[in-house]
């Protein structure tokens, strides 16, 4: 095995071993902000209303994704 295939062979491995613990973090970070929202809505108005909640973060992540998506000049 060349040199360079060595080196190529060892970042692509640090890199799926920083992608795995990205995603760990991803979906830790997640969790805990949805767990924290959804316990102020309930400390707030003594319940959960699931359909509201997600629909409002439905509209707030979705203006930025599809903005992100258009075509530019």
Not at 46 to 52: E, L, Q, R
Request: glycine fraction near 6%; charge should be positive.
């Amino acid at each position: 095995m060349a040199v360079w295939e060595q080196v190529a062979a060892r970042l692509f491995s640090m890199a799926r071993v920083a992608g795995g613990f990205g995603m760990c973090m991803f979906f830790l970070l997640s969790a805990y902000l949805i767990t924290e929202l959804l316990m102020k809505e309930r400390s707030r108005t003594g319940s959960v209303h699931i359909k509201a909640f997600y629909l409002r973060r439905i509209l707030r992540i979705w203006p930025v994704y599809f903005g992100l998506l258009l075509p530019r000049k």
